[in-house]
């Protein structure tokens, strides 16, 4: 009996913990189609204000192969990734069958493929929207097209002034 109750208490921790993860098991955050975007978006704004970053908002969903290759593209190349984080407040918006998140999408240009990117500034207003397909190359993404893409859409930083 104690051996049972062991089990159960483990099983329990397991499905528990398992159940509260946001990353794939690849690690990369997931797309959740529970997630509330108009709240997320409220919590995005409020860090890229106070780190001083833009917001990245990135639609697509767990069917998605090229969200998953962006993801792994990305988190392979050390200087895309460091620029990103860096510079923008990512937000993954789920889109699947089982939530299309139309109420929030309708205020952003329509998506023609996914993933997809909108660029948003630090109070969350639509900068620029951008077709990921233009970054692809062969079967992965081009270094130099993401790289130019991100450092396009940083923020400016401000230079000190001396006194």
Known sequence: MKKIKLLFIYLFTVITITQGQSKTDSGHPKFNPSADPFAELKTAVAEAKKTHKRILLDVG??????????DSFIEANEEIGKILHDNFVVLKINYSEENKNEKF????????????????????????????????????????KMLTFFKEWAPVKKKLRRS
């Open 61 to 70: 969903g767990e069917w998605c192969i090229w969200c998953h290759r962006i």
């Open 105 to 144: 999408l309708v205020q952003y240009p329509k998506v023609a493929g996914f993933p997809h990117f909108f660029v948003l500034e630090q109070n969350g207003k639509l900068l620029h929207s951008q077709n990921t397909g233009l970054l692809e190359k062969d079967k992965s993404y081009d270094p130099g």
